[in-house]
């Protein structure tokens, strides 16, 4: 069931076998690599603060993705989900506040944010199919 829901939600034919066949999880990894691109950039006393969190943030999202694919039961897969799409709108905030500390310019802030709306929307829509 929960394979079937996942291929309705993307509108594929293929075989999806694991986590990483998923476009969400992709999508997850990008994410991760651009938070830490991003981060490498801010103050060394932010290393240990903003930085950290928004890295530790943006790792959780992917993770509880591939954790919840793994689960056996739907439910169980959504409630994975729904803590991803629940870290994705904590790193938005952590995004808005490197912005405003002057961390990060406006064009990087308008990237990251882009590709976490993208996430979410992902994230909703497999949501939606699995109930």
């Known amino acids: 069931m929960k394979r079937e829901a996942i291929k309705e939600a993307y509108s594929i034919n293929e075989k999806i076998r694991n986590f990483r066949d998923l476009d969400v999880w992709k999508k997850g990894m990008e994410i991760v690599k651009n938070v830490y691109e991003t981060t490498d950039d801010f103050p060394k006393q932010e290393f240990y603060g903003l930085a950290n969190q928004m ?74 199919k699995l109930n």
């Open 55 to 128: 890295q530790r943030c943006s790792v959780s999202i992917p993770s509880n993705i591939a954790e919840g694919f793994n689960r056996l039961h739907n439910k169980e897969y959504k409630r994975f989900l729904y803590i991803a799409l629940g870290s994705c709108a904590e790193l938005e905030t952590q995004i808005e506040i490197a912005a405003e500390l002057k961390y990060t310019d406006q064009k990087r802030k308008a990237l990251l944010l882009e590709k976490l709306d993208h996430e979410s929307r992902m994230l909703r829509n497999l949501i939606k």
